[in-house]
């Protein structure tokens, strides 16, 4: 039994809500630390058996309570959507790295039900460099017993769905039955939005599962009247994670840490917490992984995509956006500021412009406006000059945008880009904002030498949407190389990645680059980005990634 008591605290998150959490804290500061995150309608008090159980008496324990959860604000089961939450557990992680002094690869998770579903997106999208994740029942799949509740609830939208089950389906214990009746904390409903935002969630992290090489280990219950075994299955079998282990309770039902032999599970994850602290952490290899989705798109597609295709060069050709696609390539800087724009041009086009990839486009330029305001106020308040380079600039759209927002602060900017067709734009763009500190230059964004050699040194550099277009990593790393030396030592790297992309083959198959080639993306794990950043010589400080998990922002440091 752990001789820990828990204290009470609270975290202000990324938008400024005051989450509430428990920390289990040893005598002595730890160096190692346990993160624990409840199922859905449930809270951090219900962890105590479990702590209590683990006696992992040299780490420190933290549970939240998640938003719209226990003591934490919001209307119960709720957010605006599940990003939010899974942002929300990369505040809290970096909450405990800061507030006590424990760095995360000396971290270890462990989710139930919805918090595991969460977690895993966290692992997924953020790819953190912790020890080990345990999920216990995760909610991959959701049984809705209603035929058709899916496509029903995506009519619905608004709302909330209160959950059939009752305690007897959760424990085969009577008195932690009673006790979950009894607890005023605990609520049944969640959010529709959520509940589809879930299962959304779970169809990506079910498809590319490959994507993780984190160890893991997961806790099912084999008589689960909440949620799929299948897809808990299916999902183990992807994962690429050196070390993985599965084990089945067979009579068990979802409330996993609170049935009549719950001391089975809690003894198998202390186990395996003991194991992965003392040994080192194995990291699997993702870029095979995302190399062989490449190779196979390669490969030529079926009759129904020629179909598609040629749909879209005839009928197609009444949007504006597939025009200018067939013409400059739907990859080009001048179909990117199209994107932007926003604005309809013929038959199509609003659907066009709508597509999933797009609004991710123009979410990732949300993100990137975002966090190049906030670098380019870091660097200014240093008393340093602000030099902004983007080695692909295209029109430069997001770069000038920024600096005309921001007429107090003295920016000067570098826009570079191979295509003449995109400097001549970004030559309108600027002239048109009145901007005049503004450089526009052919260059070549995987010439080291050439980006080396760029003085003054600039303080910002960006590199966005670029390297998705090229499949090996060689030219990424001379470009990253050259980035590294030509950044100013403290200044900072803005980079953009595609760890996910649902239309990834469609792309493939139908449109094609500025090359006029098959549109071919190479996707690359955030975790394999990441690492490529970090060898050029950056340390990675913050990230935003879109609510569906397709295009992600980091800013690094030069060290």
């Known amino acids: 039994m752990s001789s820990m008591k828990p204290t009470e605290h609270t975290l202000k998150s990324w938008d400024g809500v005051e989450l509430f959490y428990r920390a289990w804290l040893p005598a002595t500061p730890a ?23 683990l006696a992992l008496d040299d780490v420190a324990v933290f549970a939240w309570d998640a938003r719209g959860h226990g003591r934490s604000p919001g209307e119960r089961g709720s957010a605006d959507n599940l990003a939010v939450v ?51 029942v995760p909610a991959f799949r959701v049984k809705l017993y209603v035929p058709l509740a899916i496509p029903f609830l995506r009519l619905w939208k608004k709302g909330f769905v209160k959950s059939y089950v009752k305690a007897k389906m959760l424990t085969h214990d009577p008195a932690q039955a009673a006790a979950y009746h009894a607890d005023e904390l605990i609520f049944r409903q969640i959010a529709v939005n959520i509940l589809l935002d879930l299962h959304d969630v779970g169809t990506r992290l079910l498809a590319d599962a490959g994507a993780i090489t984190v160890p893991t280990l997961m806790l099912v219950a084999g008589r689960d009247w909440v949620v799929e075994l299948s897809a808990q299955k299916l999902f183990f079998e992807r994962l690429s994670s050196p070390v993985k282990q599965m084990e089945v309770y067979p009579g068990f039902y979802h409330a996993i840490f609170h049935e009549k032999d719950r001391h089975l599970p ?31 798109l390669r490969a030529p597609g079926g009759w129904h995509f020629a179909l598609v295709k040629l749909g879209m060069k005839t009928l197609g050709r009444l949007s504006g956006g597939i025009r200018l ?5 739907f990859d080009s800087g001048v179909m990117l500021d199209y994107v932007y724009e926003n604005q309809p041009r013929g038959l199509f086009d609003r659907q066009y412009l709508n597509s999933i990839g797009w609004r991710g486009i123009r979410q990732r330029k949300v993100n990137l406006e975002k966090l190049l305001r906030a670098t380019i106020q870091r660097v200014h308040v240093t008393g340093q000059a602000v030099r902004v380079l983007d080695i692909a600039a295209g029109a430069g759209r997001y770069v000038l945008e920024t600096m005309r927002a921001m007429p107090d602060i003295p920016i000067s900017a570098l826009l570079r880009d191979y295509k003449q067709e995109n400097l001549d734009a970004a030559r309108r763009l600027a002239d048109g904002l009145g901007l005049k500190n503004v450089t526009i230059a052919q260059g070549d964004a995987f010439d080291r030498a050439s980006l080396a050699s760029i003085t003054p040194k ?4 960006i590199v966005s949407g670029l390297y998705e277009l090229f499949p090996s990593n060689e030219p990424v790393r001379n470009s990253l190389r050259g980035l590294a030396e030509a950044v100013a030592p403290g200044g900072f790297l803005i980079y953009t990645n595609q760890p996910w992309h649902p239309q990834v083959e469609f792309i493939a198959r139908v449109l094609t680059n500025r090359e006029g080639q098959p549109w071919i993306m190479r996707r690359r794990t955030q975790a394999e980005m990441d690492e490529l950043v970090r060898a050029a010589g950056f340390d990675k400080l913050e990230q935003e990634i879109d609510q569906w998990g397709i295009f992600t922002v980091t800013v690094a440091r030069r060290r």
């Not at 160096?31 to 951090?44: D, I, T, V």
Request: net charge neutral.
């Open 266 to 296: 809690i003894g198998k994850a202390r186990e395996f917490i003991v194991e992965c602290f003392r040994q080192p952490t194995p990291r699997g290899d993702t870029i095979a992984y995302t190399q062989a989705e490449y190779d196979r």
């Open 86 to 136: 899974v942002k929300d557990v990369d505040t809290f992680v970096r909450h405990v790295a800061e507030k006590y002094n424990i760095a995360v690869p000396e971290m270890i998770v462990l989710a139930h039900s919805v918090g595991a579903v969460t977690v895993a997106a966290w692992v997924h999208d953020y790819a953190p460099p912790m020890r080990a994740m345990i999920l216990a």
């Open 325 to 329: 696609g067939w013409r400059a390539g």
């Open 31 to 53: 160096k190692k630390a346990l993160l624990l995150f409840h199922r859905g309608h449930e809270h951090s008090a219900r962890w105590q058996e479990v702590v209590d159980g």
């Open 458 to 461: 600039p303080t910002v550099a």
